[in-house]
């Protein structure tokens, strides 16, 4: 049992770790510039995603707490509540993003062409920035009811079907560069954030629970 819980998340964290790192292969292949620029806008998304971590945590937790004392319907609840702070949340960040980012690279110390691509960059991590954060607190719930395998699933088709591909495709073959980068990484997080909320809608705590009691009915 401890197998068949821990694999899909190990396989799940180092799924995404790795599309990430491939995306900063990517970066320095584009060059030296691009690689710097991607580097700062990277740690920016990294710092912002530890508070839907922590809302991912929390939730898990509660969740499967919910669940083991039989109170599937306030899992249930938990589980939209918390989809919708994360969301909330990372909103806002996305905003500051947008508006701030000629300010955010200077931070660094980031040189001015360094500084001008990081800020060329930031509104499409803005978008990033949402879906991020969702699939981050749907797979922590899945997580929390015992079911990582569909995460673990949704992150290799997200990531190295869709996202990882389209990113290099853009990048190299039409050109676009470190933009070309991102647009891939929101595209698979994208397909990962909507592919494990719409599992949650159908396969939820709460409509989990129904259809075991269902076949256990039959």
Request: aromatic share 12%; net charge positive; proline share 4%.
């Amino acid at each position: 049992p401890l197998m068949a819980l821990g694999f899909p998340i190990a396989a799940q964290l180092g799924l995404e770790i790795w599309a990430f790192q491939i995306s900063t292969l990517a970066a320095g292949k584009i060059s030296v510039t691009a690689l710097a620029a991607h580097s700062i806008v990277l740690n920016l998304v990294s710092l912002t995603f530890m508070l839907p971590l922590g809302i991912a945590l929390a939730t898990g937790t509660r969740v499967g707490n919910l669940i083991g004392a039989g109170r599937h319907q306030d899992a249930q609840r938990s589980a939209w509540t918390s989809l919708g702070i994360g969301a909330l949340t990372m909103t806002t960040f996305a905003a500051l993003f947008i508006f701030g980012r000629e300010q955010l690279p200077l931070l660094y110390g980031a040189e001015a062409s360094v500084a001008a691509l990081a800020a060329t960059i930031l509104p499409i991590a803005a978008a990033f920035q949402v879906f991020d954060g969702t699939q981050c607190i749907a797979g922590l719930i899945l997580r929390g009811m015992a079911h990582p395998k569909p995460v673990a699933w949704f992150n290799l088709i997200g990531y190295y079907v869709l996202g990882i591909p389209l990113a290099w495709y853009l990048a190299f073959h039409l050109g676009r560069g470190l933009t070309g980068v991102w647009w891939g990484l929101a595209a698979g997080l994208l397909f990962v954030s909507v592919g494990i909320c719409t599992y949650l809608f159908f396969r939820g705590p709460a409509l989990a629970a129904k259809a075991s009691e269902e076949r256990l009915s039959q």
